[in-house]
T-cell receptor
Framework: GENVEQHPSTLSVQEGDSAVIKCTYS??????FPWYKQELGKRPQLIID?????GEKKDQRIAVTLNKTAKHFSLHITETQPEDSAVYFC??????????FGQGTILTVHP | DTGVSQDPRHKITKRGQNVTFRCDPI?????LYWYRQTLGQGPEFLTY????????KSRLLSDRFSAERPKGSFSTLEIQRTEQGDSAMYLC?????????FGPGTRLTVL
């Protein structure tokens, strides 16, 4: 089955800096890679996703890159703000099927 | 609110008791997923439905766990003879295509 590894487990940045979170996956059949943001006590919220036919996708301050050959994908947040502080999860899966999540990254943005 | 809803939000039970949770997906979403999340971990897949058909169950799901989606709309997850290790947040998600949207979860505490 799929195995998703996520690093780092914690990330502390100053407001305005960039943050990068990296994930690797094991199953070459995986073709869908979403990222979720989860604030304390709240539900995971989808912030961006990428499919395997695309190498990069950007939405305002958030971007995701995918390297299918190396089986890794990354989340990039630019111009971080205190409200970006949360736990971020990457996930991998096949279209319409189950998702396998990484262990999570606690992002703290200091004002 | 047209998002995924779950009931109850919190459940405290004694070891050995049976519990049942309900999930109402986003209207017209034909896929419904159950995940379990423990503190500091990413959501872990339990099972999923396409309409009323249960298409996959995790090997982690013991025979004490059963899920149904009788009319292809809401779903129930039942845990029989609860154990302390069942304490977790039980999350439901629904999708129409790739994106999975999560509900607020049911937090189960087994005493």
């Amino acid at each position: 089955g799929e195995n998703v590894e996520q690093h780092p487990s914690t990330l502390s940045v100053q407001e305005g800096d960039s943050a990068v979170i990296k994930c690797t996956y094991s199953d070459s059949a995986s073709n869908y890679f979403p990222w979720y943001k989860q604030e304390l006590g709240k539900r995971p919220q989808l912030i961006i996703d990428i499919r395997s036919n695309v190498g990069e996708k950007k939405d305002q301050r958030i971007a995701v890159t995918l390297n299918k050959t190396a089986k890794h994908f990354s989340l990039h947040i630019t111009e971080t703000q205190p409200e970006d502080s949360a736990v971020y999860f990457c996930a991998g899966g096949t279209s319409y099927g189950k998702l396998t999540f990484g262990q999570g990254t606690i992002l703290t943005v200091h004002p | 609110d047209t998002g995924v809803s779950q009931d109850p939000r919190h459940k405290i039970t004694k070891r050995g008791q049976n519990v049942t949770f309900r999930c109402d997906p986003i209207s017209e979403h034909n896929r419904l997923y159950w995940y379990r999340q423990t503190l500091g971990q990413g959501p872990e897949f339990l099972t999923y439905f396409q309409n009323e058909a249960q298409l996959e169950k995790s090997r982690l799901l013991s025979d004490r766990f059963s899920a149904e989606r009788p009319k292809g709309s809401f779903s129930t997850l039942e845990i029989q003879r609860t154990e302390q290790g069942d304490s977790a947040m039980y999350l439901c998600a629904s999708s129409l295509a790739y994106e999975q949207f999560f509900g607020p979860g049911t937090r189960l505490t087994v005493l």
